[in-house]
């Protein structure tokens, strides 16, 4: 999937952007399945810069080893390649280059130990000096061993990161593990972002397995926050009806939502916003063109 740089059409007086939905997106345009050139990217994230809907995007998501080619002036978030050992790496460059860090992120990488590698990439965050969200992500379905993991996310008073969607569908997660985790995350007052597979709002099947869907996330952690069950949680994740879904979520219950679920990566930014304007969540002043 390619970046989408392409501008959108809107109306003489487009409406403002939603604060609800600000910042939901974070571009992931380098990573698979766009893969697309660092300084494409970078050319595509400033000329949304100007955009009625810029308020949708957040940060710039590249691995540590792309950052310093970054500019001074993008918010970054830095996916570490190298584990724990690359914090110091990452802290010193963004310090010399006076970089705009907006959030550093870290996956488990010791299946036999996860909790012990969490306190290690949260002491080495705390060693550089590091004040910007940590995202942990543990791998695995919502295990005890996850558990505890994510109860020392939550000590650390680090953030979860869970990943939704894998180019081999097999690797999915369901339903009932990403309702799972979305509980543990609220149970411990932890907010959480996701990644991969993210970029439509709405659950549907493409070609090869299913797709979660963002409004569905943002449907599911409302509705565990307001005490569901995880079987409701579950059947509001593999809803495939988008007005359904957008008729039910007011505007506090989104941002309400929105506490917890703070973001997601996507390799395009232009699919979600022209999902939100369909089902008519933000101002319809066009389609990506």
């Not at 914090?87 to 460059?93: D, M, N, P, R, S």
């Not at 299946?111 to 910007?132: F, H, K, S, T």
Request: hydrophobic residues 45%.
């Amino acid at each position: 999937m390619p970046p989408s740089s392409a501008p959108v059409a809107s109306d003489p007086q487009p409406g403002p952007w939603p604060e609800q939905w600000r910042g939901l997106v974070d571009d992931a345009a380098v990573f698979p399945p766009g893969d697309a050139d660092l300084a494409d990217a970078l050319a595509a994230y400033a000329e949304r810069g100007t955009a009625w809907w810029s308020g949708l995007v957040g940060s710039l998501v590249v691995p540590d080893t792309a950052l310093g080619s970054v500019p001074a002036d993008v918010p970054v978030s830095v996916v570490l390649t190298g584990g724990a050992g690359a914090v110091e790496g990452v802290a010193a460059l963004a310090a010399r280059k006076g970089l705009r860090l907006a959030g550093l992120e870290a996956a488990v990488r010791d299946a036999d130990d996860p909790v012990g590698n969490v306190r290690r990439i949260d002491a080495a965050a705390r060693a550089a000096g590091l004040d910007v969200p940590v995202f942990i992500e543990v791998p695995g379905p919502p295990t005890a061993a996850w558990l505890a993991a994510a109860d020392e996310v939550a000590a650390c008073d680090h953030r979860l990161k869970l990943r939704l969607g894998h180019v081999d569908h097999d690797l999915v997660p369901d339903s009932r593990t990403v309702a799972g985790w979305i509980d543990a995350a609220l149970d411990r007052e932890t907010p959480f972002k996701a990644t991969a597979g993210l970029h439509r709002a709405v659950r549907h099947d493409p070609e090869g397995g299913g797709a979660h869907g963002f409004l569905n996330v943002v449907a599911a952690t409302r509705a565990l926050w307001d005490g569901g069950s995880a079987d409701e949680a579950v059947a509001v994740l593999e809803q495939r009806d988008g007005t359904a879904l957008a008729d039910g979520l007011a505007e506090a219950d989104v941002a309400s939502a929105r506490r917890w679920f703070t973001s997601f990566g996507s390799c395009s930014v232009t699919e979600p916003l022209e999902d939100l304007v369909a089902l008519g969540l933000v101002p319809s002043v066009g389609a990506a063109s």
